[in-house]
């Protein structure tokens, strides 16, 4: 069994930035990650994905202003998030597809206010 554990979420101002971090109990280094996000009253989203060769993918909305990464020796996934908007409020998870499994973090408050 894997645990992801979150950390990096805060409240910040609109154009601000954070950096999210998701460290995992074991070897992800042959797995895709991803990060999603819930804002209150949508569903959950898909906001970004690294491959294990470091290939990446991102929701339209955050194009340009987040970067996924990750740090195979430290079984660590980052989110690098900039310019952020009220918009990008919520919580967010850190995911993985392991062994066969999903596996979730606990998630991470972001808030983006004035």
């Known amino acids: 069994q894997v645990q992801l554990v979150e950390s990096g979420g805060g409240l910040v101002q609109p154009g601000g930035s954070l950096r999210l971090s998701c460290a995992a109990s074991g070897s992800i280094s042959r797995n895709t990650m991803d990060w999603y996000r819930q804002a209150p009253g949508k569903q959950r989203e898909l906001v970004a994905a690294i491959t294990s060769g470091g290939s990446t993918i991102y929701a339209d909305s955050v194009k340009g202003r987040f970067t996924i990464s990750r740090d195979n020796a430290k079984n660590t996934v980052y989110l690098q998030m900039n310019s952020l908007n009220p918009e990008d409020t919520g919580v967010y998870y850190c995911?993985?597809?392991?062994?066969?499994?999903?596996?979730w973090g606990q998630g991470t408050q972001v808030t983006v206010s004035s």
């Open positions: 995911h993985g597809r392991i062994y066969g499994y999903d596996y």
